[in-house]
């Protein structure tokens, strides 16, 4: 189990990770945080347990994540409570009207 007052999570080269814990997530009331990158497999996150303290999320290099909650989805709206989301080189502002 993680220190709940971890701050920031770096999620990375895991090419075969196919799920993260929600149960791990949930715990982690402090994380302002979260970067994912090079994990090609990993499909989804449990967005229902992401902290609220969660103040920025980066996902590079996870064609699977950045399919799912690209701004146009119905998972978009999933994460849109987090002030700042890159996915991969793009920027996408939850206070911006996406078409």
Do not use: V
Request: charged fraction near 20%.
């Amino acid at each position: 189990m993680l220190p709940k007052s971890l701050s920031r999570l770096d999620i990375a080269n895991f090419p075969s990770l196919r799920c993260l814990s929600r149960k791990a997530l949930q715990s982690l009331t402090s994380l302002e945080y979260l970067e994912i990158a090079d994990c090609q497999k990993l499909a989804s996150i449990p967005e229902k347990y992401l902290p609220f303290s969660l103040a920025k999320l980066h996902i590079y290099a996870c064609p699977k994540l950045k399919d799912r909650y690209t701004c146009n989805t119905t998972y978009w709206s999933k994460i849109a409570h987090i002030p700042c989301i890159h996915i991969g080189d793009e920027y996408l502002s939850p206070l911006k009207t996406h078409s």
